[in-house]
């Protein structure tokens, strides 16, 4: 959780922003992982009317596998341990699509798994991928760079990806259940708001959900703030700062398959 409101807090400058985590998972248990930003609502708040500056459009589609397939003669060229995390990025694709006439901005990155263990590679493959746009967004304030020779120990938890790795994920032909590890909760617990209140009128500034697609049907859901899709193949929970702030758990769900 504590990942959740590192994201929460370094977008809060950007008034508005809707987070998305989506996982859809395949018979074998292979699927994808994406995470999605929409940033609409904060490019309307920041949008001035000048006809003299032509408005900006950005398409970007990255395929980190088409990158590594091209540099493959210099990568091989690098230590064995340079050559494996490169290999993480494989699986990575990044794109942006931002209008600015049509007040549009979003930003996608999927990576597709083999098994439930790879989701935990996703926040170590962002940072290798060092993408500028993500780099950007995330340091709103021009955050400061800790010196590579400094003695100033930088907290992994400080990558708002990393939060693959703050969910104990099962996934089976019967089953499914995603819950907060009880380090997560621990230092959820710690950087807890206690001054935030429910009618906090930046509560709604950030909201984040969560959605799960299934290659079967939905039976039963544990979490009350879950909802079944409409073709009961997939639940999806949503929360605000609020919310997230005050409950760590909140997204803990277990779901059972009909036979």
Known sequence: MRNILIL?????????CQIKEE????????????????????????????????????????????FLDEKKDSIASLSLEEQEKLELLRPLQFSMNANEAESQMKMDLKYAFTTIDDISKFGEA????????????????????VPQDSTEKKDDMDNPFAMSTSFETRFSKTSFSRKMTTEAIEKAMQKKDTTMKKDDPFA????FKQVY??????????????KILSNFMGIEIEANMFEMNNDPKFFNVEVEFEE
């Open 204 to 207: 709604d500034a950030i909201r």
């Open 126 to 145: 962002i940072k290798l991928a060092d993408i500028k746009e993500l780099n950007e967004m995330m340091n709103p304030m021009g955050g400061k760079e």
């Open 213 to 226: 697609k299934f290659p079967y049907k939905v039976k039963s859901v544990s979490n009350p703030n879950a």
């Open 8 to 16: 929460v807090f370094a977008l809060i400058a950007l008034q508005s």
């Open 23 to 66: 996982i859809q998972f395949n018979e074998d248990g292979s699927g994808t992982y994406e995470m999605g930003f929409d940033m609409s609502e904060m490019l309307k708040m920041g949008q001035t009317t000048n006809d003299s500056v032509p408005s900006k459009v950005v398409d970007t589609l990255i395929n980190f596998s088409t």
